[in-house]
């Protein structure tokens, strides 16, 4: 079944005018799950920020329990203990390694897949499964959507978007397949009804059942029409036609998902929200919200949220930076341009703070949204202006249910890959995986 | 593809070397015809010969040739282009580097290397190594295939994208709300977003075609789906703060005075425009929010108006403070998208007499208030006043800002002291010395909502009544008929039962569970709108299915079916399936007749719908789709509004649809004196005499614009947000009209060196230091001075003749030493050009036409349409149709690929 909001007043439906922009997380909004089962869930987040950092406003001086907050961390200070901030990792596949120029491509398409993107404008794109979808294969299954894409950049690209390199490598984080990327949805209303249903509430039960059950036969059909011709088509057609397939039954096993775990109602206690909204700061919080209800709601497990595309050129006139972000970020270590970049790295990390402080705020279970959680926030880049693809600007905040050691600084000896961070996260969340990407172990000292 | 022997003649290139070679020549206009010209290639070698032989022939052979031409330059110590040649005396190496070869045999076979700088290779040289590069890279050769014989490609199935499913679902069922303007933004490869190897099908787009296929089929059968009221709300793209000036009109707008402006308001500096989508036809309101802009004391009450499409369509008047005066305006708009706008009619009508503007004010002057230093007139100064004063022809600051004193906004404005200049002081040219007023134009728009719709049109629209009900009985044989025909249109190609009876049993399914005659039409519509054969272009890749004289001897390729061919067409020129006519045509088995083909694409480019073509190519080529999200620095453009961006895009639209249109020259968009422009734009590039909002041609002949270059779309989206780059300019000018695109930078841009260069350097110092690293330079040096040749236009296209205190310098010198000054000496340097240009725009259009990347297979073709449009006086038309009955885009090749 459907999720579907029966108890929705008319009067709350119709009431689409009016910007409302604040989700208010109330506790009428009913958690799918109970708080036995929500106890073992853990909740994977994986947050990047294009452009790299300013690192020397990033990067604690020391390790360990008592580091110094820095000009950027310094937005996380309320929740300095359930925070780990990594230093030494690295992301080795963003590397030009013989490519060329292109490494905010790069940088975008291996930060979850830590596999070195095919180097193309668009034939043969090819980059790897992404550690979301790893886990989203394992334990999507149990909630409505297996996993969630967000964006919060907008914009109609045009050409090519770095150096040679496909747009797909810097607008998607999520990668489902090596060819197939997970596109971000940026538009807070669509966000919205992928939760909590766009369905007209206001029709009859059994025409909706009646309009559900045409939906299934459709789907039904249509897998014969692709089996009908995918033996007669060539290989990059086939493909496509595979991708076509495989979503085809991904929206039936949420279908049947839906109706297995026969979830009754779940009621968002906020307004649909109208469309983009104006200011970024704005943006970026109604989607973090509705991540948060997503996470809430036990809609999915897995998220992925591009705060805006590799390469960026947002300006932030509102914070007085009407420069482009991504030619500020070629610094030259001109001072003024430092401190532009350092006002946006700290704009964004105080969003960020926002989103944490709102899981840490909002009971689960036992505990908090926050404790049963791993929000990985970082870059793909360290500095920007010389395109460094190590000591990557990391920090994790939740402890995934009590397993990680939060509330400290943790530098790493060597050069760590990302992905064994990932594996680390992956085992938290129960899902077995040997290898990822250009792993090579998980990363010790995180748990307790 | 036989070939006779060896190259005859190379292109002859007589100029000297210069420091450093180019990594990309500018000079090489004879690359195109020389060693690619049909039939002069030579023979290729099947197979690469033994490892041993060859590097023992590279050796002797092949490395002298290197060594003495190309590491003159290409060095371990110049390093152009990142190239070491030199690397190359150990024959271990060369196998190393595939990539390096390719590109040798690139530059080398189109001419492009040596540059114009240096002397050719000697024929017998350049034989040596171009048979060389081929033996052992055998792939290499097939750039210079007979353009008759040579691999059509193959293109992978397209799946519709966004623009292409509004347009199609619109075509073939009469609904037009565009339902794809929510889905997941598409991915571009090549420059497009149209390409069938990156357009992929996420979960969440599987979703939303199930989503929209419901409502687009019921709203063909029913119309409009309970179209719930709305509110879109916008923004000027940078309003005032508090602290910031006053706005700037006055000062900042070119041709603005208080006698001879726009006094419809649409066109004022103040006005605020969008583009909103109406989702159905209905009752709106737009709601206008004002600033706090003051009317200074004693004037009349301000008028503001609300404009649909450029029409008036609500004036109210606002006496008293603007605060909250927020005005409704309710209108009723028909479904699809319009331009929407709220300004001050009159605004400079109605002042105190003082200003010396048209119909001054008939209300006294309040006594006391005004006055400002000795000598001012009264009612001069006056700031504004309290609410109090409102009904008096006063508009109050807001509570706040500061005292009524005839200095309203001081408080919040540093600017603003009776001392110094201010912004918010108006002169009137000619009044007495010492004059002061309060500047008549702070008035603005906070914000626009468009509400609705209320009392929607409930009805389907009468194309798609037509589109769908092909017959009007309610059985079963009508309901086979409706479905045949949706089906057989929807999946643009002849059906079988089998595809008829997939889609009808949806149809009959619900009949059967008792639902209505025009429920089982709407499942039916939904099923098709879900199939893969709708969403996708699939070609089909039995040879069988074309007819047998159709498929070339001994090739495996073969020609496209005649609705393969017809749905190409339509999907190059109208982003949709084919109307009815080419459908005939196909249905026929004539379109591919010369003369049909060619009439059929002469229609196709007078339709309207070619306005399509014009957005997605024009729009993605020339960058204006690009326009909405760049945002140039509001401080120091504050002229950029949505106003000015929506004319620059409207321009350039407007530019490449008359172009087409008219069937005019190419070369039109290198060197154009004309242009298309509005009031506002034309106030904008300082011409005069062009009244009201249309846009109408105008002669550029007295201007330094010209082309595309001039206009200030393309020159906006070549600039960062806050200032010009000569890089970004010179990089687009290569790559889009001297078909010479730079390689990308190495991947770790060395630091410019500020200190070395000095903070107070110029921009073209700055620029000049960068090029004394040489392997920035081996690039910067063809860009830049291109990018130099535009400077006297700034980040939003604007003339200037001084950047800060600095005279701008817009000379520039190309390697070859060519020099230029100016954009129109830009110009007429770039016509010269025109054979790259001519190849270039070839190659972008049918990378657009096929949705695939341009392989080194299709180089024969792209030369042999360049050449048919050289020879067709370089006419519009002439690209279209060379492309269109060039092999790339009639034919295919069978699946040749492994299956991966």
Known sequence: ?448 | MSRDSTPRAWPRYRTLCGALAACVALGSGAYVTTVSGQNSGRPVAPQAPAAANSADEFAKKVYPVLSDNCATCHNDVELAGNLNMELFRDPAVVAQKPQVWAKVHEMVTSGKMPPDTMPPLEPGDAATLVTWLERTYPELALSHADPATADPGRVTARRLNRAEYNYTVRDLLGVDFHPADNFPQDDAGYGFDNNGDVLSLSVVLMEKYLAAAEVVARTAVYGPQSVKPVTGRYQPLGRRRPGDPDNLFLTTHPNLSLTSYDESGLAMPNSFHVRHRFPATGDYIIRATPDNGMRPSGSEALEIAAFVDGAQVGLASIDGSLEGRTQEFPVRVTAGEHWVAVGFPRQFEGLPAAYGAKNPSKRPVPEGRGRRGGGAPPGGAGRGAPAGGAGRGVIAPPPGVGPANGNGAAANNANNNDDAPSLNVFVPPGAPPGTRLARPDTMGVQSMEIAGPAKPEVRPSPESVRAVFVCTQKDTTCLRRIVTNLVQRGYRTPVGKLDVDQVLAHALRVRKRGDSFDEQVVVAIQALLVSPKFLFRIESDRVAAAPAAAVVAASRSYYLTDHELASRLSYFLWSSMPDDELRQAAERGTLRQPAVLTAQVQRMLKDPKIGRFVENFGGQWLQFRALESQRPDFYKFPLWDNYLRMSAEQETRMFVENLIRDDRSIVDFLDADYTFVNEYLAGYYGLTDVKGPEFRRVSLANTPRRGVLGQASVLTATSYADRTSVVLRGKWILENILNAPPPPPPPNVPDLDVKGVGEGATLRQRMEAHRNNPVCASCHRNMDPLGFGLENFDAIGSWRDKEGPTPVDSSGTLPDGKTFKGPVELSAFLRTKTDAFVQGLSEKMLTYALGRGIEKTDRPAVKQIAAGVNAADHKFSSVVLEIVKSRPFQMRNADKEPTK
């Open chain 1, 1 to 448: 079944m459907i999720i579907t909001k029966k108890a929705l007043s008319r009067r709350t439906v119709l009431r689409g005018m009016g910007a409302c922009l604040a989700l208010p997380l109330l506790e009428s909004m009913t958690p799918a799950l109970s708080a036995a089962a929500a106890k073992k869930t853990v909740r994977s987040v994986f947050i990047y920020a294009p452009n790299g950092m300013v690192m020397p406003n990033w990067t604690p001086a020391t390790a360990g329990a008592d580091f110094e907050m820095t000009p950027i961390l310094t937005a996380f200070e309320p929740y300095r203990t359930n925070m780990l901030v990594l230093t030494g990792m690295m992301d080795h596949n963003g590397n030009a390694l013989g490519d060329g120029g292109g490494d905010h491509a790069r940088a975008g398409g291996s930060f979850l897949t830590g596999v070195h993107p095919a180097k193309t404008a668009g034939k043969d794109i090819k980059v790897g499964v992404s550690v979301d979808q790893v886990a989203a294969n394992a334990i999507g299954s149990a909630t409505k959507l297996r996993s969630l894409e967000l964006g919060c950049e907008d914009s109609r690209t045009v050409g090519n978007c770095d150096s040679g390199y496909s747009c797909a490598y810097t607008n998607s984080l999520s990668w489902r397949g090596p060819s197939t990327p997970n596109p971000p949805e940026t538009n807070p209303r669509a966000v919205f009804e992928r939760l909590f249903g766009a369905d007209d509430i206001t029709l009859p039960k059994d025409v909706r059942a009646k309009r559900l059950a045409d939906r299934k036969s459709i789907l039904d059909s249509v897998q014969d029409q692709v089996r009908s011709i995918i033996g007669v088509v060539g290989g990059t057609d086939r493909r496509k036609l595979d991708e076509y397939l495989s979503a085809v039954r991904e929206i039936e096993l949420q279908i049947q998902a839906a109706e297995r775990r026969n979830i009754v109602e779940v009621l968002p206690s906020f307004e649909r929200p109208d469309g983009v909204p104006f200011e970024y700061a704005a943006y970026v919080k109604i989607m973090l919200d509705l991540a948060a209800a997503a996470l809430q709601t036990d809609s999915t497990r897995v998220i992925t949220i591009v705060l805006g595309r590799e390469g960026s050129l947002r300006t932030y006139g509102e914070i007085g930076v009407p420069d482009g972000h991504h030619p500020l970020s070629h610094h030259g270590n001109r001072p003024e341009a430092l401190e532009k970049l350092t006002k946006i790295n700290q704009h964004h990390a105080q969003l960020i703070a926002g989103f944490v402080g709102k899981m840490n705020a909002t009971k689960d279970g036992d505990g908090t949204l926050l404790d049963h959680s791993m929000v990985l926030y970082g870059s793909g880049l360290s500095d920007s202006n010389r395109h460094l693809h190590e000591n990557l600007p990391i920090v994790l905040f939740g402890s995934g249910n009590g397993s990680l050691k939060t509330g400290r600084h943790l530098m790493l000896d060597q050069p760590t890959p990302m992905t064994n961070l990932y594996l680390t996260m992956l085992d938290q969340m129960d899902v077995r995986t040997d290898t990822l990407g250009d792993s090579t172990g998980t990363l010790q000292h995180l748990s307790l």
